[in-house]
């Protein structure tokens, strides 16, 4: 059973920072890609940073030059790091894996329970 686990979110002034960090447990056998995706109260979930295995990164416009993604393929860890942080980035932050668990099979899909990061004004 693959469960994915974040951390790191809270409440913070805008212009403060935050990381949060997902950590990946149980039977896997490779990871693709690892993401965050953040949904704001009345609006659908949107990507945020994607990368992927071999270290191509993706950043939404609305987040690049403030947020930087990493990932430890080791530790099976995807970090965020958040600043400059905008009222506008309040959302329910969701880690993603898209990983084999085994030799052979698919990939598929893992999200995390999400983390809640709150930027006041």
């Known amino acids: 059973q693959v469960q994915l686990v974040e951390s790191g979110g809270g409440l913070v002034q805008a212009g403060g920072s935050l990381r949060l960090s997902c950590a990946a447990s149980?039977?896997?056998?490779?990871?693709?890609?690892m993401a965050w995706y953040r949904q704001a109260p009345g609006k659908q979930r949107e990507v945020v940073a994607v990368?992927?295995?071999?270290?191509?990164?993706n950043y939404a416009d609305s987040v690049k030059g403030r947020f930087t993604i990493s990932r430890d393929n080791a530790k099976k860890t995807v970090d965020l790091q958040m600043n400059s942080l905008k009222p506008e980035d309040t959302a329910v932050y969701y880690c993603?894996?898209?990983?084999?668990?085994?030799?052979?099979?698919?990939?598929?899909?893992?999200w995390g329970q999400g983390t809640q990061v709150t930027v006041s004004s």
């Open positions: 993603n894996m898209v990983l084999r668990f085994m030799f052979g099979v698919a990939p598929r899909s893992y």
């Open positions: 149980g039977s896997i056998f490779s990871i693709n890609t």
């Open positions: 990368i992927d295995n071999g270290g191509n990164i």
